[in-house]
Structures are given as C-alpha cells and as structure tokens.
C-alpha cells in the first residue's frame, strides 16, 4: 500500500517536471512532499530523475525522513534528506554517491593540545584508520558537538596548515602540502608516428574511377579538427 502511494506521488512529481519544462537528468531540478518515508525510497527517486549512481550504506534499523521541497536541484534535495536522517553524501570513485552514516565527535579540550592527540583520538572515535607524517606538529584547542568524524578532522588539521589525503583502501594520511607537492610523480607520453589527417584529397578524372572530390567537401578543411590529443593518446596506449 505505501510502495503504491510513493509511486503515485513520485509520478505526479514527474509529470509536474515535465509539464514546467524541467530537464531530466544530471540537471534535474524536483519537487518532493514525503511524509514519514524511508530514506532509501527518496534516494531511489533522486537517482531515477538525475541518472546518477547513488548507493545508501544501511546500519541496522533504516532511517526515515519527511520533507517538502519544491523545484530545487537533486543534489541539494539530496544533500537535504541525507541531513536529515544523519547521513552524509560523498563522491567515490567514478562518481558514485554513497550515502552513510557516520561515527559523531563530541570533544572539548583542555586548553592547547597537541594535534596529533587530537588527530589520534578522533581516529579511536571514527574507527578510522591514520597515518600522520613525522611533520606534522603543534598545538589546538577545540570544542566539537556531534560533528561527522571526518568533518572534525579535516576542520582540526586544516587550522595549522595540514591536509587529509585518502589512500587506497580507504587509509587517511596527515601531511604538509609543501610535503605532499614533492610527492608527486609526472609521467611523460611519447606520441610517435602519428600525424593528422591531410586536407588534400585526390581528385582524379576517368571514367574508370570514381572522383574523391564530394569526400574532400565533406571534410574539415581544418585538419587539427579531427586530430585531438585524446585520439593520440589512445594510439600511444
């Protein structure tokens, strides 16, 4: 029975978007009146309006939500009901969303502490896994209530100049960016025997072979036209 009302009301919402002109897809601006409604359900209809790949990371009990927005754009409607029912929206690899629910800090210190004591304790409190650098030092006070751990440890090492960067497997590691530039590897690409395609075209007259001139008309007479360096690269590769 509340599967068949949401799909009436997810109906209405689409046609009101068709009828206003509202693009479907990642453009896509909606409309949403739920009342009491599973989280996993409104997601589901954001995802079927923009076309994008969003996932919802569920931990026992699923969470509810009750909202009314008119004529905003997916993401923030998405941002919105995650919000609401505690959830966070991050962006994975290939652009997948992933909605989860987070480990909250709550934390005063006691005057300045040193951050790798902080750094360490919102670890404990996120369940996380960190690595911090040898660099990294000095001191902080704060005063956290009930912020997403990872929100605490982007604020925390960011106020002395610090940066989080994830690593495979979902490891985290505090570093300095001045650090963190010398890391970085250039690689360079060869590009060999590749060469864009020539704006002159044979034009032979006999009655034994066909003219190539309508081909040449119908080419750019820019020949970089058809010569980009993505096409190059994946010759090189």
Not at 125 to 152: H, T
């Given at each position: 029975m509340f599967k068949h009302v949401w799909s009436v009301a997810a109906a209405l919402v689409l046609v009101a978007s068709a009828a206003t002109g509202q693009a479907i897809g990642r453009d896509a601006r909606v409309s949403l009146r739920v009342e009491d409604r599973p989280l996993s359900d409104v997601v589901r209809y954001l995802a079927e309006q923009s076309g994008a790949n969003i996932v919802v990371l569920l931990d026992g009990v699923e969470d509810r939500v009750s909202l009314e927005l008119t004529d905003v754009a997916w993401r923030d409607a998405l941002e919105i009901a995650a919000e609401k029912a505690g959830f966070v929206v991050e962006t994975r690899t290939g652009g997948i969303l992933v909605l989860e629910k987070p480990a909250r800090v709550t934390y005063e210190t006691q005057g300045p502490t040193d951050i790798t004591r902080v750094i360490d304790l919102i670890a404990k409190?996120?369940?996380?896994?960190?690595?911090?650098?040898?660099?990294?030092?000095?001191?902080?006070?704060?005063?956290?209530?009930?912020?997403?751990?990872?929100?605490?440890l982007d604020v925390a090492v960011k106020t002395l100049g610090y940066t989080v960067v994830t690593e495979n497997r979902g490891i985290l590691r505090v570093v300095d960016p001045v650090t963190l530039q010398a890391q970085m590897v250039t690689r360079s690409y060869q590009l060999r025997y590749l060469r864009p395609k020539g704006r002159f075209r044979p034009n032979i007259k006999s009655e034994f072979v066909t003219s190539l001139a309508p081909v040449q008309q119908q080419r750019s007479a820019d020949p970089a036209a058809g010569f980009t360096v993505l096409q190059a690269l994946k010759k090189a590769l």
């Open positions: 409190l996120g369940g996380a896994n960190i690595v911090v650098a040898p660099e990294v030092e000095g001191m902080i006070s704060l005063r956290l209530n009930n912020v997403p751990w990872r929100d605490a």
